[in-house]
């Protein structure tokens, strides 16, 4: 069975700093799918990044990056240059390419950017 | 093109009465999936559908809860005799494919049930 790790439930950073969150996954699949989504307050899921487990290089999508590292199947987000507007729970989330295609969530990490 | 919509946005009902919650995947999607988030916890796969066919509902309550996605219309996901414990966000996301590579899927603002 598929499972998604997220070990830090909150985190700070101070405006204009980068900060990583966490997430590690475990899946017995060689095809799979990674996503990271954020939650703000308001209560959407906004789509940030993708990754592929056959992609050779990092995904990155503006100031979000993804540090694909698969022996250690972690899939780590970076924010570079944080912004009071990242406030918001992140959610790391993985599908395979076969099946039903479903999301497998992690619990989320809020993060808080400070002034 | 309008992305997923749901509706309605806030739903209270009282224990013991019905919920259905609506769902209009985007223009060209044919493919459903519900997702349930409890409040502080991460969404959890309910069920997946195809028009007119549930094709995977591994994550719905055995009792009380029951989707669809008819030829013409919405996807409906209903809960009968509601209990407080339903009381969460309900996403409803959409996908132009099921098979193949990458299948991102759209999601919709959610759906809050507050159970009285």
């Known amino acids: 069975a598929q499972k998604i790790t997220q070990t830090q439930p909150g985190m700070f950073v101070q405006e204009k700093e980068a900060v990583t969150l966490d997430c590690t996954y475990d899946t017995s699949d060689q095809s799979y799918g990674l996503f990271w989504y954020k939650q703000p307050s308001s209560g959407e899921m906004i789509f940030l990044i993708y990754q592929g487990s056959y992609d050779e290089q990092n995904a990155t999508e503006g100031r979000y990056s993804l540090n694909f590292q698969k022996a250690r199947k972690s899939a780590n987000l970076v924010i570079s240059a944080s912004q009071l507007g990242d406030s918001a729970m992140y959610f790391c989330a993985m599908t395979l390419t076969s099946g039903t295609y479903k999301y497998i969530f992690g619990t989320g990490t809020r993060l808080k950017v400070l002034a | 093109n309008a992305g997923v919509m749901q509706n309605p946005r806030h739903l209270v009902r009282r224990r013991g009465q019905e919920a259905r919650l609506r769902c209009s995947p985007m223009k060209g999607h044919s493919h459903v999936y519900w997702y349930r988030q409890l409040p502080e916890e991460g969404l959890k796969f309910m069920v997946y559908l195809q028009k007119e066919n549930i094709i995977d509902e591994s994550g719905m309550p055995k009792e009380r809860f029951s989707a669809e996605f008819p030829k013409e219309g919405p996807s409906i996901l209903r809960i009968q005799q509601v209990v407080r414990g339903d009381s969460a966000a309900y996403f409803c996301?959409?996908?132009?494919?099921?098979?193949?590579?990458?299948?991102?899927?759209?999601f919709g603002p959610g759906t809050r049930l507050t159970v009285l």
């Open positions: 996301a959409s996908s132009p494919k099921g098979t193949g590579q990458v299948n991102e899927q759209f």
